[in-house]
């Protein structure tokens, strides 16, 4: 099972995974993508952690997410958004490439006998870039979004907080 839920930045994406992974799983497992860049990102995952209680088991990884073993286990991805952005850099903002390499690590990933929830940004929503690199980052990542919706079984959008499925196969 592939659960995407999608929406515009502190929208309460995150929020709503993790209600979403506790009322299935005893303990679940978050799979954390995000580089800390600098103190106030540092703050808001602090926030994150805080929020999630002893029966959270965390593994940080920022890029290669199929390394480890997942099966048999409920695992909350958050996010595609900023795993996207450390392949999009390492990859020195080559962005074919790096949808290359992520679709071949998400195919990998979903073959691992396990349940998701993965968090993504719907950058689309938040207007027009204003530079080259930014733009090129905003179309990888509507792909690579749609690349998982279309595998998803179930994808929710978190509008202000409020959760609207927009596709559920199950």
């Given at each position: 099972?592939?659960?995407?839920?999608?929406?515009?930045?502190?929208?309460?994406?995150?929020?709503?995974?993790?209600?979403?992974?506790?009322?299935?799983?005893?303990?679940?497992?978050?799979?954390?993508?995000?580089?800390?860049?600098?103190?106030?990102?540092?703050?808001?995952?602090?926030?994150?952690?805080?929020?999630?209680?002893?029966?959270?088991?965390?593994?940080?990884?920022?890029?290669?997410?199929?390394?480890?073993?997942?099966?048999?286990?409920?695992?909350?991805?958050?996010?595609?958004?900023?795993?996207?952005?450390?392949?999009?850099?390492?990859?020195?903002?080559?962005?074919?490439?790096?949808?290359?390499?992520?679709?071949?690590?998400?195919?990998?990933?979903?073959?691992?006998?396990?349940?998701?929830?993965?968090?993504?940004?719907?950058?689309?929503?938040?207007?027009?870039?204003?530079?080259?690199?930014?733009?090129?980052?905003?179309d990888l990542q509507g792909s690579i979004n749609q690349y998982i919706a279309n595998k998803a079984d179930r994808v929710t959008l978190i509008i202000?907080?409020?959760?609207?499925?927009?596709?559920?196969?199950?």
């Amino acid at each position: 099972m592939i659960h995407l839920i999608t929406g515009g930045q502190r929208s309460g994406k995150s929020l709503f995974a993790e209600e979403q992974a506790l009322s299935q799983s005893d303990h679940p497992l978050y799979l954390a993508t995000s580089r800390i860049w600098d103190e106030n990102h540092r703050e808001r995952i602090e926030i994150h952690k805080k929020r999630r209680g002893n029966q959270w088991t965390t593994i940080e990884e920022e890029k290669y997410l199929s390394q480890h073993d997942f099966s048999g286990k409920l695992v909350l991805l958050d996010c595609i958004t900023l795993w996207l952005n450390n392949l999009f850099f390492d990859n020195g903002e080559d962005d074919k490439k790096s949808m290359f390499e992520a679709s071949q690590e998400l195919e990998k990933l979903f073959s691992q006998e396990c349940d998701w929830i993965i968090v993504t940004n719907e950058l689309g929503l938040g207007g027009h870039p204003e530079n080259k690199m930014a733009m090129r980052f905003n179309d990888l990542q509507g792909s690579i979004n749609q690349y998982i919706a279309n595998k998803a079984d179930r994808v929710t959008l978190i509008i202000s907080g409020i959760p609207l499925d927009i596709k559920n196969t199950k």
